[in-house]
């Protein structure tokens, strides 16, 4: 039987933590996440939206694709690397290092080459 997500997810966001030698308490403070709900995400309770997750990969200055992956938001690649060819919107909406003005003008840009869809639905 295979782990679900979020199990996964909190496994790899508690590895993670550790491997950046931070507390709970400490991440739960760099993200702005609530240290009861952190504990939550990590013992596989709570499933974070991709908002929280974003969050969480500033605080563990990780990408937040990482994150997304685990949490069975994004599929990996099947080679057992992170997903190769992600999707550019969910590049964009997933970068911790972008304002949100700076994502609005990115998705804009990307449609205005690719599509039509509603350009700014993060």
Sequence with gaps: MTPSPVN???GFLKEQRQQAQLSLRQLAERSGI????LSQIERGLK????????ALAKGLRISAEQLYVHAGLLDADPSGGERSA???RTAIRADPLLTDRQRGVLLDLYASFVD????RSS
């Design 8 to 10: 996964d997810l909190g």
């Design 34 to 37: 609530s240290n009861p709900y």
């Design 47 to 54: 499933k974070p939206s991709g908002e929280i997750l974003q």
């Design 86 to 88: 992600l999707d550019v």
């Design 116 to 119: 039509d869809e509603p350009k």
